[in-house]
């Protein structure tokens, strides 16, 4: 199993903020983690503008249908959230959810080579995707062809994070287009 956080750097985006809430500071974030309620636990987060990374303090989280809201200690107006819009929530590795036993982050499997148990190269790891039933690892092969392997463990046989390789079995049918 995977964890959606996305990684920049050493960070982990684990939402986007999408507009402001009320006149007291607050925004709204689409959680990109695949646990929303991480962020009762999250007390301090990075904000990614376009021109710098700013460390953030959250004070307070509520929730609101499929956003998250949030209140910084750092700002109190409107006005100085406002020019946050479409701006990354992020996280360090070290306040990111402890990962159980087979999980790993999405972000540390992008650009694994993919090889079958024979050892023979079948690509690299494009994105994985999630299609509501299970995640589908995007792969590139060689010949640059679009591959998709179901993340189910008679497809998908080991992820070594620490060597960026993917053991895969191909399945009959798999690689037919």
Do not use: W
Not at 25 to 43: L, N, S, W, Y
Not at 120 to 141: E, H, P, R
């Amino acid at each position: 199993m995977f964890r959606k956080e996305e990684e920049m750097e050493d960070l982990l985006r684990i939402g986007v903020i999408t507009t402001t809430h009320g006149i007291r500071g607050e925004v709204k974030v689409f959680p990109t983690t695949d646990d929303p309620k991480r962020f009762d636990h999250c007390k301090e987060v990075i904000l990614v503008t376009k021109k710098e990374q700013i460390p953030l303090h959250v004070e307070k989280v509520k929730y609101f249908k499929n956003l998250v809201i949030l209140k910084f200690k750092e700002y109190n107006d409107i006005n100085q959230v406002e020019q946050f819009r479409k701006c990354d929530i992020m996280v360090t590795r070290e306040n990111a959810v402890p990962l159980e036993e087979g999980e790993y982050f999405i972000c540390d499997i992008i650009g694994a080579e993919v090889v079958e148990e024979d050892g023979t190269l079948l690509g690299i790891v494009k994105d994985v995707m999630d299609t509501g039933a299970n995640q589908v690892f995007v792969i590139t092969s060689q010949e640059g062809r679009e591959l998709l392997f179901p993340s189910i463990p008679e497809c998908i046989k080991k992820v070594d994070t620490e060597n960026k390789q993917v053991v895969a079995h191909v399945m009959p049918g798999l690689l037919d287009l």
